[in-house]
């Protein structure tokens, strides 16, 4: 079903029972995640909730920054938190900031902007007299953009992976193997004289097709295997396989954020397109995450990979291709998960006591003794049961 589908589908007014044989690929509040605003809200929420409990997840540097936790560039709501935005803005007036509408995917709509006075002829040019009348204007996230990104072959690229959620409550989730790195066709500058040139700094193949450079035979992107061949030869082994845990580490916390406020319906299961972005410093950041990543193929090996995601995804959703049975809640067995490897469950993992979730953590001594768990990220499985 198509995301607006769902909407009607579970509305209020046209709603619709679904029987137990009838299990859809949305969950009914999906955006609490995959809208831009709603998701960084829900970390914000989520990390403020740690914080009350006093869990050393939510523990902070002496600049008050989360160590853990600080894996989504600091970003407001306009026109609601227009004020704090410009407070931040003006410790740092040489910052670039991105602007992205909340409701938008594949590109639309977003700008960079490196001047206050930007933002007030974007105001203007929305029709509305103030910051005030919010409801004439479509909302907007504006975040800290990533002037450092990890650039190979000078260009800038981001990383799409595919992540199942099969259950909110208890979360279980499971990651593709096989996610690709997209690139931008224009070499990557920090200048400020290219900040309307979204061929430099937007990775979307929507956008990026329509430049003079793009290759229609690999189409701008790599596997994820070749990045992390890549990175194993240019910055070692281990600090690569630091990053891919760091990354698996973002999605569960992400996922953690928002099962509270998922409406878990037992007929639901969803893949998530996760975006994210590497800096230099091989720090990954999670730039958003979509509810309908896309399916269609712009390359030949792309066309392989979206039919055995496909594929993947109902083979877990429906076991052995029977008809599907929203009660059944087994986990499939491993010979079923194709591509997909467990990434998080939470049942194991409650099982398995909860110290085990911060000796995990990549790279810090917190496991017994204060020993670093040298094989953290090898295998997913040693990193998140």
Same mark, same amino acid.
């Given at each position: 079903?198509?995301?607006?589908?769902?909407?009607?589908?579970?509305?209020?007014?046209?709603?619709?029972?679904?029987?137990?044989?009838?299990?859809?690929?949305?969950?009914?509040?999906?955006?609490?995640?995959?809208?831009?605003?709603?998701?960084?809200?829900?970390?914000?929420?989520?990390?403020?909730?740690?914080?009350?409990? %006093?869990?050393? $997840?939510?523990? /902070?540097?002496?600049?008050? *920054?989360?160590?853990?936790? !600080?894996?989504?560039?600091?970003?407001? #709501?306009?026109?609601?938190?227009?004020?704090?935005?410009?407070?931040?803005?003006?410790?740092?007036?040489?910052?670039?900031?991105?602007?992205?509408?909340?409701?938008?995917?594949?590109?639309? %709509?977003?700008? $960079?902007?490196? /001047?206050?006075?930007?933002? *007030?002829?974007?105001?203007? !040019?929305?029709?509305?007299?103030?910051? #005030?009348?919010?409801?004439?204007?479509?909302?907007?996230?504006?975040?800290?953009?990533?002037?450092?990104?990890?650039?190979?072959?000078?260009?800038?690229?981001?990383?799409?992976?595919?992540?199942?959620?099969?259950?909110?409550?208890?979360?279980?989730?499971?990651?593709?193997?096989?996610?690709?790195?997209?690139?931008?066709?224009?070499?990557?500058?920090?200048?400020?004289?290219?900040?309307?040139?979204?061929?430099?700094?937007?990775?979307?193949?929507?956008?990026?097709?329509?430049?003079?450079?793009?290759?229609?035979?690999?189409?701008?992107?790599?596997?994820?295997?070749?990045?992390?061949?890549?990175?194993?030869?240019?910055?070692?082994?281990?600090?690569?396989?630091?990053?891919?845990?760091?990354?698996?580490?973002?999605?569960?916390?992400?996922?953690?954020?928002?099962?509270?406020?998922?409406?878990?319906?037992?007929?639901?299961?969803?893949?998530?397109?996760?975006?994210?972005?590497?800096?230099?410093?091989?720090?990954?950041?999670?730039?958003?995450?979509?509810?309908?990543?896309?399916?269609?193929?712009?390359?030949?090996?792309?066309?392989?990979?979206?039919?055995?995601?496909?594929?993947?995804?109902?083979?877990?959703?429906?076991?052995?291709?029977?008809?599907?049975?929203?009660?059944?809640?087994?986990?499939?067995?491993?010979?079923?998960?194709?591509?997909?490897?467990?990434?998080?469950?939470?049942?194991?993992?409650?099982?398995?006591?909860?110290?085990?979730?911060?000796?995990?953590?990549?790279?810090?001594?917190?496991?017994?003794?204060?020993?670093?768990?040298?094989?953290?990220?090898?295998?997913?499985?040693?990193?998140?049961?």
């Amino acid at each position: 079903m198509s995301v607006q589908t769902i909407r009607n589908v579970f509305s209020v007014e046209t709603g619709y029972r679904l029987s137990d044989d009838q299990i859809v690929n949305h969950f009914p509040n999906h955006y609490e995640l995959t809208r831009k605003d709603l998701m960084v809200k829900n970390i914000k929420r989520y990390r403020k909730e740690l914080e009350k409990e %006093g869990s050393p $997840l939510a523990e /902070k540097d002496e600049s008050g *920054k989360y160590l853990y936790l !600080d894996f989504v560039p600091v970003t407001y #709501m306009l026109p609601a938190d227009y004020n704090l935005f410009v407070e931040e803005f003006r410790k740092s007036p040489s910052s670039t900031w991105i602007m992205k509408p909340c409701g938008k995917a594949q590109g639309k %709509g977003i700008f $960079l902007i490196n /001047k206050l006075s930007q933002i *007030k002829k974007w105001s203007r !040019d929305s029709k509305t007299s103030s910051f #005030m009348t919010q409801s004439t204007k479509e909302a907007y996230v504006i975040s800290l953009y990533i002037n450092n990104p990890l650039l190979i072959g000078g260009r800038k690229f981001d990383l799409r992976l595919y992540v199942l959620v099969s259950t909110y409550r208890p979360l279980r989730c499971y990651m593709y193997k096989l996610g690709f790195c997209r690139f931008c066709t224009v070499k990557y500058t920090p200048s400020t004289s290219e900040l309307d040139n979204m061929f430099v700094h937007l990775t979307n193949v929507a956008i990026q097709k329509h430049g003079e450079d793009y290759n229609h035979i690999h189409g701008g992107k790599w596997t994820v295997n070749n990045l992390r061949l890549y990175l194993e030869s240019t910055r070692g082994k281990e600090v690569t396989s630091k990053l891919f845990d760091e990354i698996h580490w973002i999605i569960v916390q992400s996922l953690k954020a928002v099962a509270p406020v998922m409406n878990n319906d037992k007929h639901c299961f969803e893949c998530y397109g996760y975006d994210i972005i590497i800096d230099d410093k091989l720090k990954p950041w999670l730039i958003e995450v979509n509810a309908s990543p896309s399916l269609t193929s712009s390359t030949a090996n792309d066309r392989i990979l979206k039919y055995n995601l496909i594929n993947d995804t109902l083979n877990i959703a429906v076991p052995n291709g029977e008809i599907p049975d929203c009660k059944w809640n087994k986990s499939p067995p491993k010979e079923v998960l194709g591509n997909y490897e467990i990434l998080y469950d939470e049942e194991l993992a409650q099982g398995d006591g909860a110290d085990r979730e911060l000796r995990s953590r990549p790279g810090q001594s917190l496991g017994p003794k204060g020993s670093r768990l040298r094989d953290a990220g090898r295998t997913v499985l040693t990193t998140w049961k």
